[in-house]
């Protein structure tokens, strides 16, 4: 299955911050998108299964295919979770129904011999009308958690699930 032109362009500023860097987390909204939306009208969400970014514009620092497996999955129950508590999660087109589209980018480890880089994991969002298509949100995002947010000696894999945990919460809170 070939990407939608927005998540192409969603994926290049997914390149684009993932070559950034950052110290929490950045955002790169789409043009095309609905000005306004009145969240409250959809009551529904659908909850497409989570891609992977393929090929040479991924950066998953690392980690091996079957991580990045178990990354989407976690991505999946996190962004269910925080959906749930305001939505109801459904499987079907109806009116009145968000349709989810969510995109691993990449996982970056945490610094190492103080190279300044923090680690962070990227990934698009991409949220239509389910009954008509039309788009009323898109961005790629960096979620990068500070220290704090972090066990000692936490490797890629709990800094890329910290950053989902706190992005999941954020997608949630802007759909209020």
Known sequence: ???????????????????AGCAS??????PACAAHTDWQAYPK??????????????????LTDSEQEALALYMDARFGDALNETRALVNWVSPG???????????????????????CV????????????????A??????????????GAGTMAAAEAGLRTGAKELAQRLQ
Request: hydrophobic share 40%; net charge positive; glycine share 8%.
């Open 97 to 119: 129904t968000l349709r989810l589209k969510l995109t691993l980018t990449g996982a970056t480890a945490p610094a190492r011999n103080g190279d300044g880089m923090a680690p």
């Open 1 to 19: 299955m070939r990407p939608t032109m927005p998540l192409l362009s969603l994926m290049h500023c997914a390149a684009a911050l993932a070559l």
């Open 45 to 62: 969400v659908m909850l497409d299964p989570i891609a992977v970014q393929p090929g040479d514009g991924n950066t998953f620092e690392g």
């Open 122 to 137: 990227s990934y698009a969002v991409e949220m239509r009308d389910a009954s008509s298509q039309r788009l009323l949100m």
């Open 25 to 30: 987390s950045q955002n790169l909204p789409c």
């Open 139 to 152: 961005y790629a995002t960096r979620q990068c958690p500070g220290p704090l947010q972090l066990p000692a």
